[in-house]
């Protein structure tokens, strides 16, 4: 059975950090492509960063600088890094993971950033 389990969301003010975590069982996670989206009320989902397989790296321009996406085979965790945070990063953070035509989302976790 996969499953995937974010964690590391929470309040923060602007200018802080935070570190969220996705931690995958039942897949061969060091084959799959990792992205982290997010959505934030009213708005669209947003892809915010991907790790593919090889460890290349995209990131959204607003995050660009900010954030840092990174995985670990050996423990099947991926993470996203979130420095110098705004008010506009305020959002459900999920995690997915894709490989050919599977795709697997996590429950997402809550990033709140106060002004």
């Known amino acids: 059975q996969v499953q995937l389990v974010e964690s590391g969301g929470g309040l923060v003010q602007a200018g802080g950090s935070l570190r969220l975590s996705c931690a995958a069982s039942?897949?061969?996670?060091?084959?799959?492509?990792m992205d982290w989206f997010r959505q934030a009320p009213g708005k669209q989902r947003e892809l915010v960063a991907t790790?593919?397989?090889?460890?290349?790296?995209n990131y959204t321009d607003s995050v660009k600088g900010r954030f840092t996406i990174s995985r670990d085979n050996v423990l099947n965790t991926g993470y996203l890094q979130m420095n110098n945070l705004k008010p506009e990063d305020t959002a459900v953070y999920l995690c997915?993971?894709?490989?050919?035509?599977?795709?697997?989302w996590g429950q997402g976790t809550q990033v709140t950033v106060s002004s």
């Open positions: 997915s993971l894709t490989w050919l035509a599977s795709e697997y």
């Open positions: 039942g897949l061969i996670f060091s084959i799959m492509r």
């Open positions: 790790i593919r397989s090889d460890g290349s790296t």
